[in-house]
Nanobody, 120 residues
C-alpha cells in the first residue's frame, strides 16, 4: 500500500512564502510524475504544477514565476515552493503521484490535502 502525506501548510500573509511537502511511503519501486493540485470549495480541482522523474516541469499560468515544484527521488518526496503568495492562492493543496510498487503495479495516488490560507 502506498500513501502520500502532505505537510507544511498553514496561514501566510500576502506576499509571503511557504513550502509544502509530499512524502510517499509504502512498497515503492519508483515514482513517475508528481504533481500538485488545488481546490477551492465549490470549484473543481485544478493542476498547479507537475514534475516528471527527470525533473522537467510545467506550471499553471496563474503560478508561473511564483511557484517552484521539485522532488527528491531518493527520499520519495516532492515539494512546492510558493512565493509572492496572493489571497487567490488560498485553497486545499493536494499531492498526486504515479507510483510503481514493488509488486510491479503502477497506480495513481492522492494525498489527503493540506490547507494553505493567504490572508492578512
Amino acid at each position: 500500500q502506498v500513501q502520500l502525506v502532505e505537510s507544511g501548510g498553514g496561514l501566510v500573509q500576502p506576499g509571503g512564502s511557504l513550502r509544502i511537502s509530499c512524502a510517499a511511503s509504502g512498497s515503492i519501486l519508483y515514482i513517475g510524475n508528481m504533481a500538485w493540485y488545488r481546490q477551492v470549495p465549490g470549484q473543481q480541482r485544478d493542476l498547479v504544477a507537475i514534475i516528471d522523474r527527470s525533473g522537467r516541469t510545467n506550471y499553471a499560468d496563474s503560478v508561473k514565476g511564483r511557484f517552484t515544484i521539485s522532488r527528491d527521488n531518493a527520499k520519495y518526496t516532492g515539494y512546492l515552493q510558493m512565493s509572492s503568495l496572493k489571497p487567490e492562492d488560498t485553497a486545499v493543496y493536494y499531492c498526486n503521484a504515479d507510483v510503481s510498487s514493488q509488486s510491479g503495479r503502477l497506480a495513481n495516488y492522492w494525498g489527503q490535502g493540506i490547507q494553505v490560507t493567504v490572508s492578512s
